[in-house]
């Protein structure tokens, strides 16, 4: 094996005779294409547009996330867990308690948003009162704005005519003459109805015109907290989830348990709302909980409702309730994570329920993707330029990717945009706030370069396409270009406002501040190129062959090579020291060569590999590194620790190449297909998967 660690003068004159020290001037059949894009991709001016038409981004989950997850809690429910198991987990910290007599009494008011502004038009087809007047079945009467107080007129009917109106009344309310109660056959009968464009809104309890502390008309509807409640879970989760799923408690199915744990998180919401929404009202019907009277109950919500009666999230640090309902938020779907907000984050299982057999009962908002077109993100943000790349700077630490975005910047021609992860989601119109860039490549994935900050990574196609994620700006690439022989490698510029990339026959191509100094394109080669690193300073860069050849360019030195050797495998990869005064080539078997101040810390050539070694990385010590194999299998000596490994992962397509983080406590594995796997202090920030 010393071979494996020859640094001596005879093995740094193997490759002098084919290493041309300055060939600056050599523009051969694999830099062709570059030379007529010189002066535009190796300059430092404004980068090139987003290498597509489209942003393409997968996410997870519908809103916000905090709180209960109801396709979760559904999902929850089906595997067997009961509500106050479900709202226990969602709401950890808490436990459910009934509300106190007094609680229970007070009636729930709601803003009745979609009517702001508008005078209250109220008609029932029973009889009710208003300001001390009966008003007969049918009749309606219109309470009309008048500066601080409201002038009640009665008509034929929601559309007039009216006629005179009473003297002018504060607040005027109307109040049916029987009260409905949850359940009941003649509830529509009995209720009021707002009239409205579109159909009218029937509700339980009363309606009433009021003022709010800008003088603005708003229109109130107060009714009993239970009826309140029956209201609004059917409009937050659908009623035919109760049916689904086997025989559980209370003699229903068990999706039952996810309709009262609906039931229980919106009464504590309500409950902790008091007098909260403008000081008129308690909370809303749309942008609170959704609430829209009696459109959509059903037996099975009512239900639900009435077997949870008072029921709440109180406080318990101890283990006891405190007396004090909690503000349980919950969304549509938590993406498999909950985020942190009034309540600790917590893993969501149930998220991605999916029951067999059952239409319309699986979670599609667990996963999704969407195409944005950049002419669309250009338009809402047209300071940026023209989009050059979608930058995720930062996420909340809880689930796949990192979690959910808490930053980015669009980096744009003329601008960079600062965004949070719901600025750039609601701009958007997207599902959440959790999502990644998944631009994919045209051609297989054959190399990956990170960023020097470790915040981002660079991934490289056979037919020299690229695509940024993180703080990876694109800068251009030679997709659509007549290339003599495919890409191979690529390597990102010290400043990362820039990058090579390298194809087969050693033609460098340079883009964003890359400089070129040189390839071998016009050079007869012994074997292909395979790969290339950049110097530490950048001002140069290293190519190195099948057989071990270097070919050393700018301010790379040359410190040896196998290209005189006789290998048992093909080299495949190699990696400087941080200093630039060495580097190691590794070769498909593992073994390992080092050259000038690279230090032999071990291989893996004298041991049975399960795949073949693809590529190596070092540590940023300069004193270990990494092999990764083509199944993903890690390999780690010296200094560099060993993170993790897709060794055990059925791969779609096979490992390709590694980087390493900034600091050397992580490192990214790159696959065929663009995907990617993370490890260590690595986040994930994208992939080419596709």
């Known amino acids: 094996m010393s071979v494996r660690n020859t640094r001596g003068a005879a093995v740094k004159g193997t490759d002098s005779a084919r290493r041309p020290r300055r060939v600056s001037a050599l523009i051969g059949a694999g830099v062709v294409a570059l030379a007529s894009l010189s002066a535009v991709v190796t300059s430092a001016s404004p980068a090139a547009a987003y290498p597509s038409a489209n942003v393409t981004l997968t996410g997870h989950g519908y809103g916000h996330g905090r709180g209960m997850g109801q396709w979760g809690a559904f999902g929850y429910a089906l595997a067997g867990m009961t509500w106050q198991q479900i709202v226990e987990h969602y709401y950890s910290g808490s436990v459910p308690a009934p509300l106190t007599v007094q609680q229970q009494g007070a009636w729930a008011r709601v803003a009745l948003t979609e009517n702001d502004g508008n005078d209250v038009i109220v008609t029932s087809q029973s009889g009710f009162t208003v300001a001390g007047t009966h008003i007969s079945a049918g009749q309606a009467v219109r309470m009309q704005q008048a500066g601080t107080t409201w002038l009640v007129s009665i008509g034929t009917g929601c559309g007039g005519p009216w006629a005179a109106p009473f003297p002018p009344v504060n607040n005027p309310v109307a109040t049916p003459d029987t ?207 023209s989009l050059v790349s979608v930058a995720i700077t930062a996420r ?67 037919d020299g396409s690229v695509v940024g994620f993180g703080d990876a700006a694109f800068f251009g690439s030679t997709s659509g270009l007549p290339l003599a022989q495919p890409m191979v490698g690529m390597a990102g510029t010290a400043d990362a406002r820039g990058y090579w990339e390298v194809a087969s026959d050693g033609g460098i191509f340079a883009f964003g501040d890359a400089a070129f100094h040189g390839s071998t394109g016009a050079i007869r080669l012994n074997r292909p190129i395979v790969g290339m690193a950049r110097t530490n300073a950048g001002n140069g ?85 990494w092999l990764v194999a083509s199944d993903g299998g890690i390999f780690a000596f010296g200094a560099a620790p060993f993170r993790g490994s897709a060794g055990a992962t059925p791969l779609v397509r096979p490992i390709v190449g590694m980087a390493p983080t900034g600091d050397g406590n992580g490192y990214w594995l790159a696959a065929a297909d663009g995907g990617i796997f993370s490890y260590g202090d690595s986040v994930f920030y994208g992939s080419a998967a596709g």
């Open 396 to 462: 909340n630490g809880y689930g796949m990717w990192g979690g959910r975005v808490t930053s980015m910047t669009l980096v744009g021609t003329s601008q960079r945009v600062v965004l949070t992860g719901d600025q750039f989601a609601a701009a958007c119109n997207l599902r959440s706030n959790w999502f990644v860039a998944t631009n994919t490549l045209p051609t297989p994935t054959v190399a990956l370069a990170a960023t020097p900050d470790g915040k981002g990574y660079w991934m490289n196609g056979t």
């Open 179 to 385: 009260e409905s109660s949850i359940g009941a056959s003649n509830a529509s009968t009995l209720a009021l109805q707002l009239c409205r464009g579109g159909g009218n809104l029937y509700v339980r309890g009363t309606l009433g015109a009021v003022y709010n502390s800008s003088g603005a008309a708003r229109t109130v509807n107060a009714l009993p907290v239970e009826e309140y409640v029956a209201g609004v879970v059917p409009n937050e989760s659908p009623a035919y989830w109760g049916t689904l799923g086997t025989a559980g408690p209370q003699s229903q199915p068990w999706g039952f348990q996810a309709l009262e744990a609906q039931a229980v998180a919106a009464r504590s919401y309500l409950a902790a709302a008091r007098n909260s929404y403008g000081g008129y009202a308690d909370t809303c019907d749309l942008s609170c909980q959704t609430y829209h009277g009696l459109a959509n109950e059903s037996p099975i919500t009512d239900a639900a409702t009435q077997a949870t009666g008072g029921y709440v999230m109180e406080a318990a640090p101890n283990g006891v309730a405190t007396g004090v309902p909690l503000t349980t938020e919950y969304s549509a779907s938590t993406g498999g994570y909950t985020a942190p907000g009034n309540f600790p984050a917590v893993v969501d299982d149930g998220d991605a329920v999916c029951p067999p057999g059952v239409n319309g009962a699986c979670n599609s908002n667990h996963s999704w993707t969407v195409s944005i077109p950049v002419s669309s993100v250009e338009a809402t943000w047209p300071q940026l330029g």
């Open 541 to 625: 860069y290293w190519m190195v062959a099948s057989d071990g050849g270097i070919f050393a360019f700018g301010d790379a030195g040359f410190f040896g090579s196998t290209g005189a050797m006789r290998l048992n495998q093909p080299v495949v990869g190699m990696a400087p020291t941080p200093d630039g005064l060495g580097y190691w080539l590794v070769a498909a078997d593992g073994g390992i060569f080092a050259f000038g101040d690279a230090v032999f810390s071990g291989s893996m050539g004298a041991h049975p590999l399960n795949k073949p070694i693809v590529g190596m990385a070092q540590s940023h010590t300069g004193t270990g590194y």
